[in-house]
């Protein structure tokens, strides 16, 4: 066995433990640092198979991703410091046949399926050939997916602003109740700001 | 390491990753899951690219494809979600039970 | 011959790390005698005795912590730090790991360091480094657009993403004069990769200590140890990128990287010790308004001069 066969299992291994771990933590922020473990072992791999470039994007998309991952977590989770037990899931069965069904599926179409054995050619720079291919023949599907991100960005911005051109961002918005039909749980005040607003609105 | 044994890894990958998706009631972790699927898929693509494909760019191209695909799903399934928050005061699955309101 | 130059290569980067971080600590001393105007004679011996006493003081206990981070951030920040350097070429055939893509592994290491500054403001379990965590996350992702752009600017002239190509493309012209921008903005970078001086946010002052708040002993230490190890790795990346790295006249290579490597180490504590601290607030606005800008400016800049 080879030093980068041991290194592929070893990172294969905590690739998929880690993966596994994100969903039966606690910790909130320690599910979001799984998964970055998960993607680190797997850009390693990638790096094993001579996609430098990539692998190497991988690990700094996904530590960003990641640490915006645990200030979300953080913000919107009952316990994020994993101090209580915490499991939230539904139809947990359903999910786990579901998942175990792809899995099954997934790894017989490896092991039974011919794939033609036509490894990376020696002198391939991975690098430079993928830079001619981002910036020559495929140079319309990397503009699209540039526009894409930023169609995205101006998205994010109008989803989440407070306040848009008619007003608040949750004006006439209701928290959905304790119990089926209930009464709105936790209804948020009227801001000192807003009800003036609405107060010069209706004199003027 | 064959392509055999790397599929496998990204087969395992994609299961926990649907797993994930279908079981978690959290949006964020919801979108854990999501992440976790194209994890698999890169490293399956990566490998494609490498085992099988003889170094075709566009098994690169696929991949860097599939990032953009994953800082997008991340950015709007945030923005979703603190938009939700706002509205609903709502940060699981289940609270979204109605079309309206 | 393999072994040897793998042995070769560690030896070399676990050295300079360590002599990087005690340079570090004399140079910040140094700085901050001359500024207090205090005598600096008995202050060589300095750094070891603080290290030696926080090694031998108990550790800190807080209210349920979480152990596991709290230990191994450091520890991972430090390797952080090693692998940067490792980077780094010392001479034209002697480079430790000439990764193809180097420059962009260096560009992981920010966000990467970024995580473990977090992890150390959150593993105390504490409100003051919580503060601190928090505050540091939202200045790292300010800063690293701009140190992304700074080193795409550096690559183009070299055409290539690899550390020794891009000190090989500056045996004519240095890049910081090629490129005037880019070196002022990377050390704002460096002072924020390792927490120090004015964008110190983590261990602020006026969060009663931070993150530091919590810690003692040998975490205190490891700590240390890694924001001196993380301002040295950086400091011989920027000398690389922007100074000639091993380029220089009558010396030999690694000489003259080191020379240069505390040139900027020299900058950078200088930087810490007389740039009066902002406002988490006001330096985002600073970071996002100026420097990211400015940033763009660098890169069209070297976009244009390659053209050229």
């Known amino acids: 066995m080879s030093a980068v066969d041991i290194t592929f299992f070893i990172n294969a291994a905590v690739a998929i433990f880690a993966g596994w771990r994100v969903f039966v933590t606690d910790s909130m922020v320690r599910a979001s640092f799984f998964l970055l473990i998960s993607f680190l072992?797997?850009?390693?791999?990638?790096?094993?198979?001579?996609?430098?470039?990539?692998?190497?994007?991988?690990?700094?998309?996904?530590?960003?991703?990641?640490?915006?991952?645990?200030?979300?977590?953080?913000?919107?989770?009952m316990n994020p410091a994993g101090l209580n037990p915490?499991?939230?899931?539904?139809?947990?069965?359903?999910?786990?046949?579901?998942?175990?069904?792809?899995?099954?599926?997934?790894?017989a179409v490896a092991v039974f399926g011919e794939f033609p054995s036509r490894p990376v050619p020696e002198g391939l720079q991975p690098v430079v050939s993928l830079g001619h291919e981002l910036l020559g023949k495929?140079?319309?599907?990397?503009?699209?997916?540039?526009?894409?991100?930023?169609?995205?960005?101006?998205?994010?911005?109008?989803?989440?602003?407070?306040?848009?051109?008619?007003?608040?961002a949750n004006h006439g918005s209701q928290p959905p109740g304790l119990e089926p039909g209930g009464d709105p749980a936790d209804k948020p005040e009227e801001t000192e700001e807003g009800g003036h607003h609405h107060h010069h609105h209706h004199h003027h | 390491?064959?392509?055999?044994?790397?599929?496998?890894?990204?087969?395992?990958?994609?299961?926990?990753?649907?797993?994930?998706?279908?079981?978690?009631?959290?949006?964020?972790?919801?979108?854990?899951?999501?992440?976790?699927?194209?994890?698999?898929?890169?490293?399956?693509?990566?490998?494609?690219?490498?085992?099988?494909?003889a170094g075709a760019p566009e098994g690169q191209l696929l991949t860097i494809v599939a990032m953009a695909v994953m800082a997008i799903e991340m950015a709007m399934g945030f923005a979703l979600v603190v938009a939700v928050f706002r509205a609903k005061q709502a940060d699981t699955t289940e609270a979204l039970d109605g079309l309206k309101h | 011959m393999t072994i040897t130059l793998l042995l070769a290569s560690v030896g070399t980067v676990l050295l300079a790390l360590l002599v990087g971080v005690y340079c570090v600590t004399a140079v910040d001393r140094a700085v901050a005698a001359r500024i207090t105007g205090e005598p600096r004679s008995p202050l060589l011996l300095a750094p070891l005795h603080t290290a030696a006493r926080l090694w031998h003081a108990p550790h800190n206990?807080?209210?349920?912590?979480?152990?596991?981070?709290?230990?191994?951030?450091?520890?991972?920040?430090?390797?952080?730090?090693?692998?940067?350097?490792?980077?780094?070429?010392?001479?034209?055939?002697?480079?430790?790991?000439?990764l193809t893509t180097g420059i962009v592994f260096w560009g992981a290491i920010e966000p990467l360091a970024t995580v473990l500054i977090f992890l150390k403001g959150w593993a105390s379990n504490a409100h003051f480094p919580l503060l601190g965590g928090y505050r540091y996350v939202s200045l790292g992702l300010s800063y690293i657009l701009v140190s992304m752009f700074v080193l795409i600017g550096v690559a183009l002239p070299a055409e290539s993403l690899q550390v020794s190509a891009v000190v090989e493309a500056q045996s004519e012209l240095w890049n910081v004069v090629r490129q005037p921008l880019g070196l002022p903005l990377f050390l704002i970078v460096g002072l924020g990769v390792s927490f120090w001086g004015p964008l110190n946010f983590v261990d602020a002052e006026d969060l009663h200590g931070g993150a530091a708040s919590e810690e003692a002993g040998r975490v205190q230490l490891?700590?240390?140890?890694?924001?001196?190890?993380?301002?040295?790795?950086?400091?011989?990346?920027?000398?690389?990128?922007?100074?000639?790295g091993w380029h220089g006249p009558w010396l030999p290579g690694p000489v003259w990287l080191m020379v240069k490597t505390l040139a900027v180490v020299w900058m950078l504590v200088a930087l810490g010790h007389?740039?009066?601290?902002?406002?988490?607030?006001?330096?985002?606005?600073?970071?996002?308004?100026?420097?990211?800008?400015?940033?763009?400016?660098d890169l069209a800049w070297a976009g244009v001069e390659a053209l050229l």
């Open chain 1, 41 to 77: 072992a797997v850009g390693v791999i990638m790096l094993l198979l001579a996609a430098v470039y990539l692998g190497v994007a991988l690990f700094f998309m996904m530590a960003v991703e990641m640490m915006v991952m645990a200030l979300f977590m953080v913000m919107f989770m």
């Open chain 1, 138 to 168: 495929s140079m319309l599907v990397f503009e699209s997916a540039g526009v894409t991100l930023l169609a995205t960005m101006i998205a994010v911005v109008m989803l989440t602003s407070h306040r848009g051109r008619y007003g608040d």
């Open chain 2, 1 to 53: 390491m064959t392509l055999t044994t790397l599929l496998i890894v990204a087969a395992a990958l994609i299961g926990i990753g649907i797993y994930g998706t279908l079981s978690q009631q959290s949006f964020v972790m919801l979108m854990m899951g999501l992440e976790l699927i194209v994890n698999g898929a890169m490293l399956a693509a990566v490998s494609f690219w490498a085992l099988s494909a």
């Open chain 3, 61 to 98: 206990e807080t209210e349920t912590p979480d152990r596991s981070a709290w230990r191994l951030a450091p520890v991972l920040y430090l390797v952080l730090a090693a692998m940067g350097l490792a980077l780094v070429p010392w001479s034209r055939d002697f480079v430790p790991v000439d």
């Open chain 3, 274 to 297: 007389y740039v009066p601290r902002v406002s988490p607030e006001r330096f985002l606005t600073i970071a996002w308004v100026i420097l990211l800008p400015l940033a763009f400016l």
């Open chain 3, 222 to 244: 490891l700590w240390g140890l890694g924001r001196a190890a993380m301002l040295f790795a950086f400091s011989a990346i920027a000398a690389s990128a922007f100074l000639g």
């Open chain 1, 86 to 107: 915490m499991k939230m899931v539904h139809q947990e069965k359903v999910a786990i046949g579901v998942g175990v069904v792809v899995f099954a599926a997934l790894s």
